[in-house]
């Protein structure tokens, strides 16, 4: 969490994207429509407006400032709902008739204008557009009323698409009018986009693209502008590797269209850097904003607004940089310039000092920050409104720098004064809102009052909760990673707040215990299986209803940064849309039995856990967090929260040394194990510090986090010469909320599935295993002589599609292969690691994961296949995995080198194989933390069949073949290497 950030990036659309040819074929282009119009003028303005239109770009902000020249209007907003007009010649005479593809771009044109002062007016022009390709007869004002029942029915039940399905099956559309088509499909795209209805926005572009493919030209420019907006759509969903591709194809598209030194490829070079900005390739963007500096400036007015933008994008990027200097002087300039041109009132002049005020923050020149934002508060005050959101925002900010220079007492009123705003204009949902109620949190925090701060905290994270419950199940994957960025610093915060002041307020030690219990492994949980068994299940009804619920639900989210008034002018009605969405909700519990139940938070206490806690047992739940001066540091801490039977609240234990254990310590811990060398080190890192209060408690029930997902606790050596195992009887679980939980019913069937010592292939590039081909025969006889059915499938019948598609729900599934892990990956876009693209392996750990299987010494070489879900290439990723048939299985045991490793995430676990059998439903996993000595692993594994199907009980069955080991090998090397999750 950065509490104090002025900083503002500026990204691009294309409203209106350009014409068919390229620009040196525009005389052609009009003497085809002078033609095909009823009256021509010659030079006419007419002529030239639509030259206009389908030729160049109309440019408007996506994000960044909400100051701009349209903000800053005092002009009648219904003026904007005029529709389309008559044009008169040179002479003001001559009232011309206009055509029906003439009053769709005219309707455009109004509703673009509009896009910045009324959402509702722009839709209303947008659809109009619609309605005269769909009447020819149509005309007049484009009043709601004037909308045909068609138009306004399908945008209200979001089947707008099947208009455009009849508009476009009319033969006798002319290439202007298709044009006009495309260009209002493209406007309704940025209308949604522009609101963060980006699964919407997608649709809309996405149809806009097929239509231009099929209609226009796929090699067009008009091509070329709809790649450039889903490129900024694809970088807003954190689908980098797919912006970068439509970005990369819009820039060729330019520039095969000879419009490389036109005003629409700075646009495009500017969305590039914020792009490469974004990725932290920070010289590209440089390099990409300064060409487009350099052509914007031969075509737009350097003093104007959208140039003072892209200053604005490379100053930022050179803060970034810790280029201090030159972004100390971007600033300067632009301030002189909005001088010069509107003298020390104007908002675009106090944009800039918010600006420079962030910079000289960052730099400690804090004698200059105050007046700065001060003067910019004071000029946002006269010249717009004291609810307008930038007044809002620069007095927040104002806030922030009080709070950051100590002056505790200024921040309070301030932030106060701010929170009042957004509550009164914006209501308590407003992601501004919550962001200002946290630096009120946390500024009570460090003043010393530490019973408000629990207040406001308290506030805070509620609202967080249940905005997550209401529409964090309806998003994608990407949309929850991003979603739970902006959210989770709040939660940071608390957990740093409540870890300091739990010995005075011991219920804030449960408050964080709690909150913990209910967010973690948020990102991955079984609401991401269903979704894609939902979508993959063939069931149109149960489809679309889902995905109406998805689309409502991120309406709805998007609707809560609107003010109270926006919301009465765009004619939303929250109430509505909430009855709406939860009659979506019990239509689909009717339909899906798991779709109630993997949509909710976790909602376990304290209480609950406690309850199940017998004498000599007790729960650790381990959080990690980054460690909080004035804001979130790079440091990190661990807490151990420790309850027991009847507890009220748990005992927290924190080590404050976070970033040594994550780094030299898990680094000379995993050395010593795999080299055999006495440890006398990481006992004294990793468990002194709670060995003493949980020496009572013989069972410990352990939710990891951080890195000691790296480690084998079990293995930690004391200085007496005894390991934790010989003290403690460890239960690894994924979270200590499932001592309270009911576990899912898993099969009854006793069927074992058996996959080992593949044949890799003839180049001999992985060893082949026989160890394995002796463990899995060994287990197939143990199972027979008890009664077990054992399937077994060795060599070439150990395929990865065996596992995707034949193997279904068994009792216990066993995997004999090799494993593996990547860390880092390395290699330029287009190229391939493990059979896995580098681009998407890069963003995805769960590509750089998995087992290799039959046959994958023939794939991984090829580069022809770019999809990630290859049917059998002879690698079964962890992001494969997810989508496995293991809902009912009771036990996965991957015998497999690494197969615990994954990338870790603080409050999320390993991001790898474990996580990802966790998701598809396998109930416990045995798993390795390093590689394994063959022989080793074939004894423990044989040893463990033969304790749990005499036993049944897995976890003893463990302990008992990690003993046996440990009489043969003393060293962890052997008899540690593999742990038992759930």
Same mark, same amino acid.
């Given at each position: 969490?950065?509490?104090?950030?002025?900083?503002?990036?500026?990204?691009?659309?294309?409203?209106?994207?350009?014409?068919?040819?390229?620009?040196?074929?525009?005389?052609?282009?009009?003497?085809?429509?002078?033609?095909?119009?009823?009256?021509?003028?010659?030079?006419?303005?007419?002529?030239?407006?639509?030259?206009?239109?389908?030729?160049?770009?109309?440019?408007?902000?996506?994000?960044?400032?909400?100051?701009?020249?349209?903000?800053?209007?005092?002009?009648?907003?219904?003026?904007?709902?005029?529709?389309?007009?008559?044009?008169?010649?040179?002479?003001?005479?001559?009232?011309?008739?206009?055509?029906?593809?003439?009053?769709?771009?005219?309707?455009?044109?109004?509703?673009?204008?509009?896009?910045?002062?009324?959402?509702?007016?722009?839709?209303?022009?947008?659809?109009?557009?619609?309605?005269? &390709?769909?009447?020819?007869?149509?005309?007049?004002?484009?009043?709601?009323?004037?909308?045909?029942?068609?138009?306004?029915?399908?945008?209200?039940?979001?089947?707008?698409?099947?208009?455009?399905?009849?508009?476009?099956?009319?033969?006798?559309?002319?290439?202007?009018?298709?044009?006009?088509?495309?260009?209002?499909?493209?406007?309704?795209?940025?209308?949604?986009?522009?609101?963060?209805?980006?699964?919407?926005?997608?649709?809309?572009?996405?149809?806009?693209?097929?239509?231009?493919?099929?209609?226009?030209?796929?090699?067009?420019?008009?091509?070329?502008?709809?790649?450039?907006?889903?490129?900024?759509?694809?970088?807003?969903?954190?689908?980098?590797?797919?912006?970068?591709? @439509?970005?990369?194809?819009?820039?060729?598209?330019?520039?095969?269209?000879?419009?490389?030194?036109?005003?629409?490829?700075?646009?495009?070079?500017?969305?590039?850097?914020?792009?490469?900005?974004?990725?932290?390739?920070?010289?590209?963007? %440089?390099?990409?904003?300064?060409?487009?500096?350099?052509?914007?400036?031969?075509?737009?007015?350097?003093?104007?607004?959208?140039?003072?933008?892209?200053?604005?994008?490379?100053?930022?990027?050179?803060?970034?940089?810790?280029?201090?200097?030159?972004?100390?002087?971007?600033?300067?300039?632009?301030?002189?310039?909005?001088?010069?041109?509107?003298?020390?009132?104007?908002?675009?002049?106090?944009?800039?000092?918010?600006?420079?005020?962030?910079?000289?923050?960052?730099?400690?020149?804090?004698?200059?920050?105050?007046?700065?934002?001060?003067?910019?508060?004071?000029?946002?005050?006269?010249?717009?409104?004291?609810?307008?959101?930038?007044?809002?925002?620069?007095?927040?900010?104002?806030?922030?720098?009080?709070?950051?220079?100590?002056?505790?007492?200024?921040?309070?009123?301030?932030?106060?004064?701010?929170?009042?705003?957004?509550?009164?204009?914006?209501?308590?949902?407003?992601?501004?809102?919550?962001?200002?109620?946290?630096?009120?949190?946390?500024?009570?925090?460090?003043?010393?009052?530490?019973?408000?701060?629990?207040?406001?905290?308290?506030?805070?994270?509620?609202?967080?909760?249940?905005?997550?419950?209401?529409?964090?199940? @309806?998003?994608?994957?990407?949309?929850?990673?991003?979603?739970?960025?902006?959210?989770?610093?709040?939660?940071?915060?608390?957990?740093?707040?409540?870890?300091?002041?739990?010995?005075?307020?011991?219920?804030?030690?449960?408050?964080?215990?709690?909150?913990?219990?209910?967010?973690?492994?948020?990102?991955?949980?079984?609401?991401?299986?269903?979704?894609?068994?939902?979508?993959?299940?063939?069931?149109?009804?149960?489809?679309?209803?889902?995905?109406?619920?998805?689309?409502?639900?991120?309406?709805?989210?998007?609707?809560?940064?609107?003010?109270?008034?926006?919301?009465?002018?765009?004619?939303?009605?929250?109430?509505?849309?909430?009855?709406?969405?939860?009659?979506?909700?019990?239509?689909?519990?009717?339909?899906?039995?798991?779709?109630?139940?993997?949509?909710?938070?976790?909602?376990?206490?304290?209480?609950?856990?406690?309850?199940?806690?017998?004498?000599?047992?007790?729960?650790?739940?381990?959080?990690?967090?980054?460690?909080?001066?004035?804001?979130?540091?790079?440091?990190?801490?661990?807490?151990?929260?420790?309850?027991?039977?009847?507890?009220?609240?748990?005992?927290?234990?924190?080590?404050?040394?976070?970033?040594?254990?994550?780094?030299?310590?898990?680094?000379?811990?995993?050395?010593?194990?795999?080299?055999?060398?006495?440890?006398?080190?990481?006992?004294?890192?990793?468990?002194?510090?709670?060995?003493?209060?949980?020496?009572?408690?013989?069972? &410990?029930?352990?939710?990891?986090?951080?890195?000691?997902?790296?480690?084998?606790?079990?293995?930690?050596?004391?200085?007496?010469?005894?390991?934790?195992?010989?003290?403690?009887?460890?239960?690894?679980?994924?979270?200590?909320?499932?001592?309270?939980?009911?576990?899912?019913?898993?099969?009854?069937?006793?069927?074992?599935?058996?996959?080992?010592?593949?044949?890799?292939?003839?180049?001999?590039?992985?060893?082949?295993?026989?160890?394995?081909?002796?463990?899995?025969?060994?287990?197939? @006889?143990?199972?027979?002589?008890?009664?077990?059915?054992?399937?077994?499938?060795?060599?070439?019948?150990?395929?990865?599609?065996?596992?995707?598609?034949?193997?279904?729900?068994?009792?216990?599934?066993?995997?004999?292969?090799?494993?593996?892990?990547?860390?880092?990956?390395?290699?330029?876009? +287009?190229?391939? %690691?493990?059979?896995?693209?580098?681009?998407?392996?890069?963003?995805?750990?769960?590509?750089?994961?998995?087992?290799?299987?039959?046959?994958?010494?023939?794939?991984?070489?090829?580069?022809?296949?770019?999809?990630?879900?290859?049917?059998?290439?002879?690698?079964?990723? @962890?992001?494969?995995?997810?989508?496995?048939?293991?809902?009912?299985?009771?036990?996965?045991?991957?015998?497999?080198?690494?197969?615990?490793?994954?990338?870790?995430?603080?409050?999320?676990?390993?991001? +790898?194989?474990?996580?990802?059998?966790? %998701?598809?439903?396998?109930?416990?996993?045995?798993?390795?933390?390093?590689?394994?000595?063959?022989?080793?692993?074939?004894?423990?594994?044989?040893?463990?069949?033969?304790? #749990?199907?005499?036993? +049944?009980?897995?976890?003893?069955?463990?302990?008992?073949?990690?003993?046996?080991?440990?009489?043969?090998?003393?060293?962890?090397?052997?008899?540690?290497? #593999?742990?038992?999750?759930?």
């Amino acid at each position: 969490m950065k509490t104090f950030s002025f900083k503002t990036i500026f990204s691009l659309v294309t409203i209106l994207f350009s014409g068919l040819f390229a620009p040196q074929a525009s005389a052609q282009l009009m003497n085809k429509l002078k033609k095909n119009l009823t009256e021509s003028l010659t030079s006419s303005p007419r002529d030239k407006q639509i030259t206009k239109d389908t030729t160049f770009y109309n440019l408007a902000i996506s994000q960044g400032s909400k100051v701009s020249f349209f903000d800053n209007r005092e002009d009648n907003q219904n003026a904007f709902l005029l529709g389309a007009k008559n044009y008169t010649d040179n002479s003001g005479n001559n009232v011309v008739k206009l055509t029906r593809a003439e009053k769709v771009f005219d309707s455009n044109r109004s509703g673009s204008i509009a896009l910045n002062i009324s959402k509702w007016s722009a839709r209303m022009n947008f659809l109009g557009g619609l309605n005269y &390709l769909l009447d020819e007869n149509y005309g007049g004002s484009l009043a709601t009323s004037y909308l045909s029942d068609q138009i306004l029915s399908a945008y209200n039940d979001n089947n707008l698409f099947e208009v455009v399905e009849v508009i476009t099956s009319n033969n006798s559309l002319d290439l202007l009018e298709k044009y006009g088509l495309a260009k209002t499909m493209m406007n309704m795209a940025i209308l949604h986009h522009s609101q963060g209805q980006f699964t919407i926005a997608k649709s809309y572009y996405e149809q806009t693209e097929t239509l231009i493919k099929e209609q226009i030209s796929p090699n067009s420019q008009a091509m070329a502008s709809v790649l450039n907006n889903l490129a900024v759509l694809y970088k807003d969903l954190g689908q980098y590797t797919e912006a970068e591709k @439509a970005m990369a194809e819009c820039l060729r598209l330019m520039a095969k269209n000879g419009s490389d030194d036109q005003m629409e490829y700075a646009v495009a070079l500017n969305n590039e850097a914020i792009l490469r900005f974004e990725l932290g390739r920070n010289e590209q963007a %440089v390099s990409s904003l300064n060409k487009s500096i350099e052509l914007a400036a031969k075509h737009i007015n350097e003093k104007g607004t959208d140039f003072t933008k892209l200053k604005i994008n490379l100053a930022v990027i050179y803060q970034n940089q810790k280029k201090y200097t030159e972004a100390e002087a971007i600033y300067k300039e632009l301030l002189e310039l909005k001088e010069k041109r509107f003298g020390k009132s104007s908002p675009d002049y106090a944009e800039i000092q918010n600006q420079l005020a962030g910079l000289y923050m960052e730099l400690g020149r804090t004698d200059e920050v105050e007046g700065l934002l001060t003067s910019a508060v004071e000029i946002y005050k006269k010249k717009l409104k004291e609810d307008h959101p930038a007044y809002a925002a620069t007095l927040r900010n104002l806030g922030k720098y009080y709070y950051f220079t100590d002056q505790y007492d200024k921040a309070v009123t301030t932030f106060s004064d701010v929170i009042g705003i957004y509550e009164r204009n914006f209501g308590n949902n407003h992601p501004e809102y919550l962001g200002t109620l946290e630096n009120m949190a946390v500024t009570r925090w460090k003043k010393g009052e530490t019973d408000k701060a629990d207040s406001t905290f308290g506030a805070l994270l509620t609202k967080h909760m249940d905005l997550l419950e209401k529409y964090f199940g @309806a998003m994608s994957e990407n949309e929850k990673g991003k979603y739970w960025d902006k959210v989770r610093p709040s939660f940071l915060a608390f957990y740093n707040f409540a870890a300091e002041n739990s010995s005075k307020k011991p219920e804030l030690a449960t408050r964080m215990y709690e909150a913990h219990l209910s967010t973690k492994g948020i990102l991955l949980s079984s609401s991401v299986k269903l979704r894609q068994n939902i979508l993959n299940s063939g069931n149109q009804p149960l489809i679309d209803t889902y995905l109406n619920w998805t689309n409502l639900k991120e309406s709805l989210a998007s609707y809560y940064s609107l003010s109270k008034d926006e919301l009465k002018e765009q004619k939303i009605n929250l109430d509505s849309l909430e009855s709406s969405a939860n009659g979506l909700e019990r239509k689909l519990n009717q339909m899906s039995g798991d779709f109630s139940d993997a949509n909710k938070l976790p909602s376990v206490k304290l209480a609950d856990v406690a309850a199940k806690l017998k004498a000599g047992e007790m729960a650790v739940e381990i959080i990690t967090y980054p460690s909080f001066d004035k804001s979130l540091t790079d440091n990190s801490k661990y807490t151990f929260a420790l309850v027991k039977n009847g507890a009220t609240s748990p005992e927290l234990v924190t080590i404050s040394n976070g970033k040594d254990l994550e780094t030299r310590y898990a680094k000379a811990y995993r050395n010593m194990v795999t080299n055999k060398v006495e440890d006398a080190i990481t006992y004294e890192q990793f468990w002194k510090p709670i060995a003493g209060r949980v020496a009572s408690s013989k069972k &410990l029930y352990m939710s990891l986090d951080g890195v000691y997902n790296q480690i084998n606790v079990i293995t930690l050596k004391a200085a007496d010469g005894s390991y934790v195992k010989d003290k403690h009887e460890i239960v690894l679980l994924s979270s200590t909320r499932q001592l309270a939980q009911t576990a899912s019913a898993k099969s009854a069937s006793k069927n074992t599935v058996l996959v080992g010592f593949p044949n890799y292939g003839s180049k001999s590039t992985l060893s082949p295993l026989p160890g394995t081909q002796k463990e899995v025969q060994a287990i197939s @006889a143990l199972a027979k002589t008890s009664g077990t059915t054992a399937d077994v499938y060795m060599q070439d019948q150990a395929t990865e599609a065996l596992l995707k598609d034949q193997v279904k729900n068994p009792r216990i599934l066993h995997i004999a292969t090799h494993g593996f892990f990547l860390q880092d990956v390395a290699g330029t876009d +287009g190229d391939k %690691v493990l059979g896995v693209e580098i681009s998407k392996a890069k963003e995805n750990p769960l590509l750089r994961s998995g087992l290799f299987m039959a046959g994958v010494e023939g794939t991984t070489g090829s580069v022809e296949n770019k999809e990630i879900n290859t049917a059998d290439n002879g690698i079964l990723t @962890a992001y494969e995995v997810l989508n496995l048939n293991l809902e009912q299985t009771d036990m996965v045991i991957l015998s497999a080198c690494e197969t615990g490793l994954g990338e870790i995430k603080g409050g999320e676990g390993v991001y +790898g194989l474990q996580r990802a059998f966790q %998701v598809a439903g396998a109930g416990s996993i045995i798993m390795s933390l390093w590689k394994v000595n063959d022989e080793a692993t074939q004894e423990l594994m044989v040893n463990f069949y033969k304790e #749990f199907l005499k036993s +049944g009980d897995k976890q003893v069955a463990f302990a008992k073949a990690q003993n046996a080991l440990r009489t043969k090998y003393a060293e962890p090397y052997y008899w540690g290497a #593999f742990v038992m999750m759930n």
